[in-house]
């Protein structure tokens, strides 16, 4: 009773309670996207994708404007420092044409499957028999830039994927031209059991789904002991650098982007083996990636002005060669000596800001 008619006596108590309700609900806005993204599941997720063993096999589709391509792959995972695999067998490959693009395209498409039927024929019998490094999905700064820049719903699922129960993790994104994915995981461990990856205009290009998988340690040992002989990974072609190795590498300061799009920080720096004087800078939302290379190579340099099939355009006067690269377009260019070469599944208008924003910036140095 006596709290009671305190506060109605207190003159400033209705002033201080609005002023701490205000002040509070910024805050609650701002933070909630976080709080209410499934963070515990992807994280359980991607613990799995360091921890768990297995062994097993999975089809997989890649799906791009040339075409399709399904392929079984046998996969072993020993953690937290074996992921690889290899290719088995072919299921099935559709090429698409575009054949409205004129005689000269035309002959361009042709004379690219004719090599590529070639190069197939060399190099399919020993790409089935040669083991790849995979990388496993999601570090801590993925996870970190997944939550703020994409949704993440978890849902049960009645579907059994190689007898095993699952349920799947749902990433749809918070910004327009960014894509939407499904992970379908085992729910004993967390595992990844099957992934579908889609494109901003929701079009399946990734996809895989594992047919047999085995967690039973002496199972994945055994098979271990069988595949240690012949698993010779190639080396890698480039190396994690710091900015400070870059610069030494290019004997210059790298230039990076003023404008990025909506949520993209830089995710890594590359060293490239065989290419002098080259660095990779490798940008991502937790998704999506985009990369520039820059390079102070003069062969390079000479090279890169005498790019076939691209249109010319120009940016505050600088000349920037820009033309198809995969489902976008990739932009091409140098300011003094230094190149610069930059692709990415964003659509052409945002990369183009990126590019804007690094002519400004070597322009200013």
């Not at 003069?298 to 099939?309: A, E, F, T, W």
């Amino acid at each position: 009773m006596r709290i009671h008619k305190y506060l109605i006596c207190h003159k400033n108590f209705r002033f201080i309670l609005s002023l701490l309700c205000s002040s509070a609900l910024p805050f609650l806005l701002y933070v909630s996207p976080t709080l209410f993204a499934d963070t515990d599941t992807l994280e359980r997720i991607a613990e799995a994708e360091r921890e768990v063993s297995y062994v097993g096999v999975r089809l997989k589709t890649f799906i791009s404007p040339r075409g399709t391509r399904t392929f079984e792959e046998l996969v072993i995972h020993k953690s937290p420092d074996v992921f690889c695999g290899k290719e088995i067998s072919a299921v099935g490959e559709r090429k698409s044409f575009e054949g409205s693009r004129g005689d000269e395209n035309r002959r361009d498409t042709h004379r690219r499957d004719r090599d590529e039927h070639r190069r197939n024929g060399r190099e399919r019998g020993r790409d089935q028999s040669r083991w790849r490094q995979h990388r496993s999905l999601f570090s801590e700064k993925e996870i970190a830039l997944i939550a703020q820049n994409y949704n993440l719903e978890k849902s049960s699922s009645t579907e059994k994927i190689a007898n095993y129960e699952t349920d799947i993790l749902t990433i749809t994104p918070k910004f327009a031209n960014r894509p939407t994915k499904r992970i379908f995981f085992a729910r004993k461990n967390g595992a990844i059991l099957r992934s579908e990856s889609f494109d901003a205009e929701g079009v399946l290009r990734l996809m895989f789904v594992y047919t047999r998988i085995s967690f039973d340690p002496e199972t994945v040992e055994r098979k271990w002991h069988t595949f240690q002989k012949e698993i010779k990974l190639e080396p890698q072609h480039s190396h994690p650098i710091s900015l400070v190795e870059g610069e030494k590498i290019l004997k210059t300061k790298p230039i990076q982007p003023k404008y990025l799009p909506p949520g993209f920080q830089l995710r890594d720096v590359h060293g490239i083996k065989g290419k002098n004087q080259t660095i990779h800078l490798i940008y991502t939302d937790g998704l999506l990636d985009f990369s520039i290379f820059e390079t102070t190579n003069k062969q390079v340099l000479r090279d890169s002005g005498r790019r076939r099939g691209s249109d010319t355009i120009e940016i505050d006067g600088t000349r920037v060669h820009k033309h198809r690269h995969g489902p976008t377009y990739a932009f091409s260019w140098s300011n003094k000596d230094i190149g610069f070469f930059l692709f990415g599944d964003m659509p052409a208008n945002e990369m183009q800001k990126v590019v804007e924003s690094i002519i400004h910036i070597a322009k200013e140095r």
